[in-house]
């Protein structure tokens, strides 16, 4: 069993001089507690969660006209995270074998198993079950609806389904990513309409390259896995290749937005401006492996991040424009 610490790095079985055995033991209570609360929180994945939300308010904004109400908001931000928390919680139930292989994954709590299967796959159905009933009961039925589709796609089409036998994983897998976009816009307006369509084409043809070049870090790690990402059934120029084709497909649908939605002149120059700086970093790629650079030394993690900053403006500005109007 790992010997948890807490902040000062006194272990569990550590004697401390002078404190008595009641001391110790709420001591050491108290130590578990917070570690199994760590544990369910990573089941989460807290990161990825963050980039969800980083699309989710710019819409509610862009679907009011201005700011939205500011309870709807807190509502749906909640249920949100509830809902992308569950589907999480039970990828690292369905992923528990691969995760414990991989880098990257292997201190994850099932990994680690500082969480049992069964204890993370209540967890997760419970979280998927509140999110869902609670967006029904204060926000409404359709932001209800897409909150439990991209959990039950998320689920059994990507988890189950995509993930460990095509190279396609992420680009159909990547619809549940997509989704908040659309629960965001309904959350505000009870209805649909092109220009959350098209911000859902934004996020779907962004998520390859953005998760093709993570995966060239780790290729090793997935390969060892046997998840057949396509960096690692491709090589390196045609994966660039690929992601550079999807990068321009994003920076184009950013630019059908501007007349879709009404967009002001702020807009249309933000999508371009980031679109070539997104697209100047997918172009150093390729012409760094078409000049026989390989491996770490082709930095695909710049891209990544990158790719990160350029979607958190992008959505920043989709937020700020109808302020002006």
């Known amino acids: 069993m790992t010997v948890l610490s807490n902040k000062l790095g006194v272990e569990l079985d550590d004697q401390v001089p002078g404190a008595p055995a009641a001391v110790l033991e709420p001591m050491a209570a108290e130590r578990s507690v917070g570690a199994s609360v760590r544990a369910y929180v990573a089941l989460t994945k807290p990161r990825v969660i963050e980039l969800l939300l980083i699309t989710t308010i710019p819409v509610m904004f862009l679907a009011a006209g201005g700011v939205p ?26 992923d528990r074998d691969i995760d414990a292989k991989m880098r990257r994954t292997r201190r994850r709590p099932l990994a680690r198993e500082q969480v049992t299967p069964a204890r993370a796959l209540v967890f997760g159905v419970v979280l998927g079950v509140v999110s869902t009933v609670g967006f029904a009961l204060t926000v409404n039925l359709m932001a209800a609806a897409g909150s439990l589709f991209a959990i039950l796609f998320y689920i059994f089409v990507y988890s189950l389904l995509l993930k460990r036998r095509t190279s396609q994983n992420v680009v159909w897998g990547g619809i549940a990513g997509c989704m908040p976009v659309l629960i965001g816009w309904t959350a505000i307006t009870e209805s649909l309409a092109w220009t959350p369509f098209v911000l859902f084409g934004v996020v779907f043809l962004w998520t390859p390259p953005h998760t093709w070049t993570l995966a060239m870090r780790y290729r090793e790690d997935y390969a060892v896995a046997k998840v057949p990402m396509l960096p690692v059934v491709a090589g390196e120029k045609r994966v660039i290749g690929e992601s550079l084709v999807y990068t321009y497909a994003t920076v184009i649908c950013s630019l059908v937005l501007w007349p879709v939605a009404g967009m002001s ?18 172009h150093r790629l390729l012409r760094a492996v078409r000049a026989g650079v390989t491996g770490v030394h082709l930095r695909p993690m710049r891209f990544f991040h990158l790719s990160n900053v350029y979607l958190a403006l992008l959505f920043t500005v989709v937020a700020i424009d109808p302020l002006l109007h």
């Open 69 to 94: 109400p500011l309870g709807t908001v807190l509502l749906t931000l909640a249920f949100g995270t509830m809902s992308a928390g569950a589907a999480n919680a039970i990828n690292c139930y369905i």
């Open 265 to 282: 002149p702020l807009y249309g120059t933000a999508a371009i401006v980031l679109g070539l700086v997104f697209l100047a970093e997918g």
